[in-house]
């Protein structure tokens, strides 16, 4: 996170600003504020040498007016509630952005995984979701992956949930092993979910995408992807980086050689043939498509006047401030909000929750072709919002779609 702000007052600020473009009753803001539910949580987790470490977890519900709450579980040194709690609201409004009945959760671990063993981190997701488990569940919360956890994590969360239950309960948590009632095209949704925004957009600007120059911060599992994905349609990934560095080439990067550089080398950087850039330089490199793929808040109010994109897609949550969409809208960069283009992958793990409530799998042809129709859609609902209303920023429409669609199922619940 960058220092001195605040995740959970930026949500609020971007909740405010599309309530009151949008007039709705003040009831509906004073509602979508803040989570309806947060619970933190402290548990012992036996450690290898025999020694008991406690561990502090999160877990934050914010509106369940359409449908029972969605969102990942990240295992991270800096995770904290202000973050858990901003990051269920952003996914409250991505579920509303495309349309699926879910309103937005988030959980999350004070911890480093990458220090632990693997029986270590078995232990440690097993005891975290038994302290979570009054509150999830298929019909009020299902969690799934986020920063540093995986289909896994996911497998071993179920089997000890299904195991307080006293049945089978896949229905609990998406981003699991296909074996387990995983979807097809899971591992690939938020990227691809990307990349369909991007030919959306390419298309309402006129941008043509072969030849198209593309820099992606951060090579984790949407990076990587995004590049790739890209890369097929004719795109030339330039640069591309992670934690420890960077590997730029104008002359154009293969992205699965890159991706299998790294996971020898568990970097990017020192990629044969690239340079290594700084963090800033790669974010304000000229290029067609930018995509930020990390961490929150990475293009500031000060990145945000040096960026020479001309589309921005997130395919992180929240890489941008407030004071940097701004910045962006007024240089005329196309910006795709993070809750619309990196939306594929709440998507498709609706698809997985639908799948295991009625036991009845997809091919991932399908998985696929369902996607791409609900990412077009909420393409075109958001762009059509941003072109019938003066003066907001894509992201204030994105906001608008998803809150006007909240506003009518509270209202209609007698809630507001």
């Not at 709450?69 to 509303?96: D, N, Q, Y």
């Amino acid at each position: 996170m960058a220092t001195g702000i605040n995740p959970f007052e930026m949500a609020q600020k971007q909740i405010k600003v599309a309530t009151d473009k949008l007039g709705v009753k003040p009831g509906v803001y004073e509602i979508l504020k803040q989570p309806q539910t947060v619970m933190e949580v402290n548990f012992p987790v036996r450690m290898d040498d025999g020694s008991i470490r406690t561990f502090t977890g999160y877990r934050a519900q914010h509106n369940l007016a359409i449908g029972p709450a969605k969102g990942g579980i990240r295992f991270h040194p800096g995770v904290t509630l202000e973050e858990v709690k901003a990051l269920s609201m952003w996914m409250t409004f991505k579920c509303g952005v495309v349309g699926v009945p879910y309103g937005g959760g988030k959980g999350g671990v004070v911890v480093d995984p990458r220090t632990l063993s693997a029986g270590e981190l078995e232990r440690l997701s097993r005891a975290y979701i038994t302290a979570i488990a009054p509150i999830v569940g298929p019909e009020k919360d299902i969690p799934a992956p986020d920063v540093y956890t995986n289909a896994q994590i996911m497998a071993w969360m179920m089997d000890e949930f299904s195991r307080l239950k006293g049945f089978n309960n896949f229905g609990l948590i998406t981003g699991k092993p296909l074996i387990i009632g995983g979807s097809a095209g899971r591992e690939k949704a938020t990227a691809r979910g990307v990349m369909f925004v991007i030919e959306e957009a390419a298309n309402a600007i006129g941008m043509a995408l072969p030849g198209a120059t593309v820099v992606i911060q951060g090579y984790g599992n949407a990076g990587s992807f995004c590049a790739s994905l890209l890369h097929e349609l004719g795109c030339k990934i330039i640069a591309v980086n992670d934690s420890k560095g960077s590997a730029y080439n104008p002359a154009g990067l293969d992205p699965k050689a890159v991706k299998a550089f790294k996971d020898e080398n568990q970097t990017v950087k020192g990629f044969p043939g690239s340079q290594n850039l700084s963090n800033f330089d790669l974010l304000t490199l000229e290029c067609d498509i930018l995509i930020p793929a990390a961490l929150e808040n990475q293009i500031t109010g000060e990145v945000a006047p040096h960026v020479k994109a001309k589309m921005l897609a997130e395919a992180a949550n929240g890489p941008t401030t407030p004071d940097a969409d701004e910045i962006l809208a007024a240089k005329g960069i196309t910006h795709l909000p993070d809750i619309l283009a990196n939306a594929g992958g709440v998507t498709v793990s609706y698809f997985e929750w639908v799948q295991n409530l009625y036991n009845y799998y997809w091919p991932e042809e399908e998985v696929n072709t369902k996607l791409r129709v609900i990412m077009a859609d909420a393409f075109r609902d958001v762009y059509g919002m941003y072109k019938n209303h003066d003066g907001i920023t894509m992201r204030n429409a994105a906001y608008m779609v998803a809150i006007n669609r909240l506003a009518k199922a509270m209202e209609i619940r007698g809630w507001v």
